[in-house]
């Protein structure tokens, strides 16, 4: 078999039975190339997790169709520790089709406690290594170095000075790849039997990203001091008190040609910050340069151009992995920002070239969509790719520590880049807050009462086909998963309409002796977005100017204060568009949004379309079979064609992937 997929997908051919129950101990069918494979052939999937929920599916979509003598192809997915499928219903056993798949069959050799901990979307690499070199039988710490070498590209026999750890490192966090916490022992285990490292504070810089760049960024004036002195005649300035929060060694070799590679992506992206510096005019016309402030605008203009560069090249593909455009997204905020932060001054040809990449981003991205965003549904929920997966990332964290306390906050509407201005300015008044920074998806249509709701269920918009026209039953839905978790009512918070003035209730709330769960629902930037007609440049200054108010700091350290761990995200994005005209629908419409119309059935949808043939028809994708989406053109808004407007429910980037930040105090 040329892939490990292959041995798996080989089992689904369709037509061969209309059900087929497959024990999954591993999550192995739950990985994107799996899912996209099975989805092609036809089949359908439903994981085994919530018997009600799981119930409602299977009878609402399956047997209903059945009973009228259709052949479907359902793949039903039990994940358990058990390789059998007894946790299944009879009258599911008596239908189906049997198969099982695990690990230990893909790698035999291999220690399974090892590599069942990798993510699934490493076993490419590591089945191709297996192929490759063939190994015999290996122990956990054999396997451990095996995956380090061949999947992370990490040989620690190869990391013998400062300048090969920061280049593994380097690579490491700027990919933010994820590598499993034995790894990473095994990892620095290794890495101690030399005293080469032994001021190295490698138990925080391995694992931890963000560490690890504020590491580098203190570092780096002391860097510049060094090479600022070389033009000098040999006399070195007097050292300075640098005041450095995270130990180790106080002088890196950024100037090594394995590490500068990284480092203008770096200041570009706005991983690491520009410094001042008192020989800033030389400095500036070297190598550093783009680690040096100089003048403002031409050190904006400088990164715009650069983010541009990197860009224009690093599209993710159609068979990309989610994380791929996670990445993309980051980046694409940074320019966004940007670009409208100093619009009046960018030349014309830069201005072409922005919205010639923005073409492309959105058409690339709504390929990718309809390839591989059903996929994203079933994935686990650590770490949570989806909005609906937050609930139950939360509550893993529940589980494993009777005392923790966990606070989601929402900002309702908040795109990536009006993340950026909000964490710049709580950052200015708190610089102890740090910020571990993920992203999620949003649902499609990329509206509140979809996409919020899906937050605060912990389940796809399927299983709340009664509410999804509001948000009324928001509480419910928070209260009731968390039940299932075994939490009483009085230790599950929730509040919304919040956003400005008083933290009264907020404080009232979390000062009840059990409260454990918070979720909090922070409106002002939605009501930003409803009234702006000054575009995206408009909602970052009025973003800039609400996160200066006390409000989110308050809150922030209101919790933190109370001992919770809290997280942050969104609904939702936003983006300006333009009116490509109203459809004259009359009352066939059950949702008449800017950027979406939402049908009770396709032949009515199909009707619109023909006005509207650049408009998107999404399939129930999660949703009801009944909630058909007809999501307007790239950058347009159902509205007057001369009426600019900032609006969501459509299915760009700026829409769809929204930050997920987990927010503390350093040294915490």
């Given at each position: 078999m040329s892939s490990w997929r292959d041995q798996i997908l080989k089992e689904f051919i369709p037509k061969v039975a209309r059900l087929t129950l497959v024990a999954d101990r591993d999550g192995l069918l739950l990985e994107e190339g799996i899912l996209e494979g099975v989805h092609e052939r036809g089949f359908e999937l439903i994981p085994f997790e919530d018997h009600l929920a799981f119930r409602y599916a299977y009878e609402s979509k399956f047997r209903s169709r059945w009973d009228r003598g259709e052949h479907t192809d359902l793949v039903v997915i039990l994940r358990s520790q058990a390789n059998d499928l007894s946790g299944l219903p009879y009258d599911l056993l008596q239908a189906g089709r049997k198969l099982s798949f695990n690990l230990g069959d893909l790698f035999p050799n291999l220690s399974y406690p090892v590599v069942t901990a990798l993510d699934r979307g490493d076993l490419e690499a590591l089945y191709e290594a297996q192929k490759r070199h063939a190994p015999g039988q290996l122990g956990d710490n054999a396997t451990k170095e095996f995956v380090l070498r061949h999947v992370f590209e990490i040989a620690p026999e190869l990391v013998k000075q400062p300048s090969d750890l920061l280049r593994v490192l380097l690579r490491r966090h700027y990919h933010g790849q994820r590598i499993p916490a034995d790894l990473d022992n095994r990892f620095i285990q290794l890495l101690r039997q030399s005293n080469v490292f032994d001021d190295w504070p490698l138990e925080t810089l391995v694992s931890d990203r963000e560490a690890f760049f504020a590491f580098l960024q203190e570092r780096w004036p002391i860097f510049l001091d060094r090479e600022a002195a070389k033009g000098t005649s040999g006399i070195r300035e007097e050292k300075k008190p640098y005041g450095l929060s995270i130990e180790g060694p106080v002088e890196l070799p950024f100037d090594h040609h394995d590490l500068r590679v990284y480092l203008?992506?770096?200041?570009?992206?706005?991983?690491?910050?520009?410094?001042?510096?008192?020989?800033?005019?030389?400095?500036?016309?070297?190598?550093?340069?783009?680690?040096?402030?100089?003048?403002?605008?031409?050190?904006?203009?400088?990164?715009?151009?650069?983010?541009?560069?990197?860009?224009?090249?690093?599209?993710?593909?159609?068979?990309?992995?989610?994380?791929?455009?996670?990445?993309?997204?980051?980046?694409?905020?940074?320019?966004?920002?940007?670009?409208?932060?100093?619009?009046?001054?960018?030349?014309?040809?830069?201005?072409?070239?922005?919205?010639?990449?923005?073409?492309?981003?959105?058409?690339?991205?709504?390929?990718?969509?309809?390839?591989?965003?059903?996929?994203?549904?079933?994935?686990?929920?650590?770490?949570?790719?989806?909005?609906?997966?937050?609930?139950?990332?939360?509550?893993?964290?529940?589980?494993?520590?009777?005392?923790?306390?966990?606070?989601?906050?929402?900002?309702?509407?908040?795109?990536?880049?009006?993340?950026?201005?909000?964490?710049?300015?709580?950052?200015?008044?708190?610089?102890?807050?740090?910020?571990?920074?993920?992203?999620?998806?949003?649902?499609?249509?990329?509206?509140?009462?979809?996409?919020?709701?899906?937050?605060?269920?912990?389940?796809?918009?399927?299983?709340?086909?009664?509410s999804i026209q509001t948000t009324d039953k928001e509480p419910a839905l928070w209260t009731q998963f968390w039940a299932d978790h075994g939490l009483t009512p009085n230790e599950v918070v929730y509040l919304k309409g919040l956003g400005d003035g008083s933290l009264e209730t907020v404080s009232e709330a979390l000062s009840h002796p059990k409260a454990r769960v918070v979720g909090l629902v922070v409106d002002k930037v939605d009501k930003i977005m409803h009234g702006m007609e000054m575009g995206t440049a408009g909602m970052h200054n009025q973003v800039r100017q609400w996160a200066q108010q006390p409000f989110m700091n308050t809150l922030l350290e209101l919790l933190l204060d109370r001992g919770f761990r809290v997280y942050l995200t969104s609904d939702h994005g936003n983006v300006e568009t333009k009116g490509c005209g109203r459809p004259a629908e009359g009352a066939m419409a059950d949702l008449r949004g800017e950027r979406v119309r939402v049908y009770p059935d396709a032949a009515l949808r199909a009707k619109v379309k023909e006005r509207f043939p650049a408009a998107l028809e999404w399939g129930p994708v999660g949703l009801p079979e009944d909630y058909l989406a007809l999501l307007a053109p790239a950058r347009k808004a159902f509205v007057q064609e001369t009426q600019r407007t900032v609006s969501h429910g459509g299915a760009s980037l700026e829409e769809l992937i929204v930050p997920l930040v987990q927010i503390e105090r350093r040294g915490e």
């Open positions: 203008d992506n770096l200041f570009v992206e706005g991983v690491l910050h520009s410094v001042p510096h008192k020989h800033a005019d030389t400095l500036s016309k070297t190598w550093v340069g783009l680690g040096i402030r100089t003048a403002p605008m031409e050190d904006k203009s400088r990164r715009l151009g650069k983010l541009l560069d990197g860009l224009e090249v690093s599209i993710p593909a159609e068979d990309a992995k989610h994380t791929d455009w996670f990445h993309f997204a980051r980046s694409w905020a940074e320019t966004i920002l940007l670009a409208n932060d100093q619009a009046e001054a960018i030349p014309e040809a830069t201005d072409e070239r922005i919205k010639g990449l923005q073409a492309q981003v959105d058409a690339g991205f709504v390929a990718w969509l309809f390839k591989r965003y059903a996929g994203l549904i079933n994935l686990p929920p650590v770490p949570p790719v989806m909005l609906h997966h937050l609930p139950r990332f939360l509550a893993r964290q529940v589980g494993e520590n009777r005392h923790a306390k966990i606070a989601l906050i929402l900002v309702d509407g908040l795109a990536l880049d009006q993340w950026l201005v909000v964490r710049s300015a709580l950052a200015f008044k708190q610089p102890g807050m740090k910020f571990r920074e993920q992203a999620v998806f949003a649902w499609i249509p990329s509206l509140t009462s979809v996409s919020r709701q899906a937050a605060f269920a912990g389940k796809a918009p399927i299983f709340f086909p009664n």
